[in-house]
């Protein structure tokens, strides 16, 4: 089945401590996204990886940093300098040809930071 | 600015038609996207319409575009409790970059 799938679904972290969400897609997805989704707003673009060994900011990215090493994985780091960590994260992909203005998104992760 | 604007619920009986309306700014968008998310979950995409297109039906589903004045709409036909979820517009005005409305919470009464 192909997919993107984030881990774990819910995860609790105490303040000051860095966490790392993980994103694993096998749609052979060339592009891969971190947004954050708060109460009743719309989704915000933290950081996108158009290709391995590459990615850009987003809107919010203070406080979060990413790598990718693999096509397939696009692990988001949310550090002690984000001063507003809980929220859901949501990773999502887009491909190429008649696939690259289709963007699929995973289950997501809860942070809850106290 | 960018900006995607939706209302912020909409009520319906089972059986009736659901209309879920959303404007945008962004003339230059070449695709416009309607997604689905449920309790918990992750945004399902459920159908995106062309910028030259102005209409595009898929099953019970059907998106009108109407370019002029940046309006976009999905109505689903024979709405059911399933389709119980919140609805999220979005208009792509780059290769990576999408932005999305604020969604609209469809509850649907049996």
């Known amino acids: 089945d192909g997919g993107i799938t984030q881990s774990p679904k819910y995860l609790f972290r105490k303040e000051g401590q860095n966490v790392t969400l993980s994103c694993e897609q096998n749609l052979n997805h060339d592009a891969m996204y971190w947004y954050r989704q708060d109460p009743g707003q719309g989704l915000r673009l933290i950081y996108y990886s158009q290709i391995v060994n590459d990615f850009q900011k987003g809107d919010i990215a203070e406080g979060y940093s990413v790598s990718r090493e693999k096509k397939e994985s696009f692990p988001l780091t949310v550090t002690s300098a984000q001063k507003n960590p809980t929220a859901f994260y949501l990773c999502?992909?887009?491909?190429?040809?008649?696939?690259?203005?289709?963007?699929?998104f995973g289950p997501g992760t809860r942070l809850t930071v106290t | 600015g960018e900006d995607v604007e939706q209302s912020l619920f909409l009520s319906v009986r089972e059986g009736d038609s659901s209309v879920i309306n959303c404007t945008y700014t962004?003339?230059?968008?070449?695709?416009l996207y309607w997604y689905k998310q449920e309790p918990g979950a992750g945004l399902q995409l459920l159908t995106y319409i062309f910028s030259n297109m102005d209409m595009k039906q898929d099953q019970r589903l059907t998106v009108l575009l109407n370019k002029k004045d940046k309006h976009l709409s999905l109505r689903i036909a024979d709405t059911q409790t399933g389709d119980s979820a919140i609805y999220f517009c979005a208009e792509r005005p780059g290769t990576y970059k999408y932005i999305f409305g604020t969604g609209t919470r469809l509850k649907v009464l049996a």
């Open positions: 999502a992909s887009s491909g190429a040809g008649v696939t690259l203005y289709e963007q699929y």
């Open positions: 962004d003339s230059s968008s070449t695709y």
